[in-house]
C-alpha cells in the first residue's frame, strides 16, 4: 500500500459565517477542504477514508484543546469537505468553549485510507483566521459593548505582499483581520501564507506547477467595539 500524504489542506472561511447581530445564532462550525494524494502526486478519487481532526493551542505540538473524528468520500478530484466543530467528538472536549481570541491554533490532520481508524498523521498547520462570529463570541466582548466591523478590500497577486490602508491599519491598532479570497485560494493551489496587522501574502502550494499568475479579490475584516 502507498504511503498516503495529503498534499493540499487549507481552512475556507465561509461568509455564512460574518453573523454581526446575533452571535447565539452562529454556526460554530469551520469549513475545511483538502485534496488526498498519494506519494506520486496523483489524487485519491471515490474513496471513503477516515479523517482526525485535532487543535493545538500556541504550537504546532501544543496543548490539544479539541478531537474529533470524521468519515468522507473523496471527489472525483480527491477533494473532501468537512466542518471542524461537527463531527464526532474525541472525549469531553468542546467546541464552543474554545477561546479564539486567547491564543493561535494549529490543525493537525490525520487520515485512515481504509475509512477506518487507524490514522496516519498528515501534518499540521497553523489556523490562519477564524470565523469573526466565533472570535467575537470568546473576544472578551461585555453585555455594555458590542462589536461594529472593520472593512477594507481589493485585489492580488499571489506572492506580492498586499497592503492594508494606512486607515485600515490605524484602526486595527495592532490586530490581524481576518481574511476571505475569492476565489477560494485552496482550491487554486493557493493559500494564504501571513497575515499582520499591515498586511498578507497569498502563496502557491509547492506541489502546484504552474507559473500562471494568480490574482484573487480580498476583503478584511476585524471586529471593533462599538460602546452603547
Not at 469551520?30 to 485535532?54: C, M, S
Not at 491598532?173 to 481576518?178: A, I, Q
Request: hydrophobic letters at 40%; a neutral charge.
Amino acid at each position: 500500500m502507498k504511503k498516503l500524504i495529503i498534499f493540499t489542506l487549507c481552512v475556507i472561511l465561509n461568509s455564512t459565517f460574518l453573523i454581526l447581530h446575533s452571535f447565539a445564532q452562529a454556526p460554530e462550525k469551520i469549513n475545511y477542504q483538502g485534496v488526498a494524494r498519494n506519494t506520486n502526486g496523483e489524487i485519491i478519487p471515490d474513496k471513503t477514508i477516515g479523517l482526525k481532526i485535532t487543535l493545538h493551542s500556541g504550537t504546532n505540538d501544543g496543548t490539544v484543546v479539541y478531537e474529533e473524528t470524521h468519515t468522507v468520500i473523496t471527489s472525483q478530484l480527491g477533494l473532501f469537505n468537512i466542518e471542524i466543530g461537527g463531527g464526532k467528538v474525541s472525549g469531553s472536549y468542546n467546541f464552543s468553549a474554545i477561546n479564539w481570541g486567547a491564543n493561535a491554533y494549529f490543525i493537525q490532520t490525520e487520515m485512515d485510507i481504509t475509512g477506518g481508524t487507524r490514522y496516519i498523521n498528515m501534518g499540521t498547520q497553523q489556523l490562519i483566521s477564524v470565523p469573526f462570529a466565533l472570535y467575537a463570541k470568546t473576544s472578551g466582548n461585555t453585555g455594555t459593548a458590542s462589536p461594529s466591523v472593520l472593512k477594507e478590500s481589493g485585489t492580488g497577486t499571489a506572492s506580492v505582499w498586499v497592503e492594508f490602508s494606512d486607515e485600515f491599519v490605524s484602526a486595527l491598532k495592532g490586530n490581524k483581520p481576518f481574511i476571505t479570497i475569492t476565489p477560494f485560494a485552496c482550491n487554486e493551489g493557493f493559500f494564504i501564507s501571513e497575515i499582520t496587522g499591515k498586511g498578507f501574502m497569498v502563496k502557491k502550494n509547492l506541489h502546484v506547477r504552474t507559473e500562471e499568475i494568480f490574482t484573487f479579490n480580498w476583503q478584511a475584516e476585524a471586529p471593533q467595539e462599538r460602546k452603547e
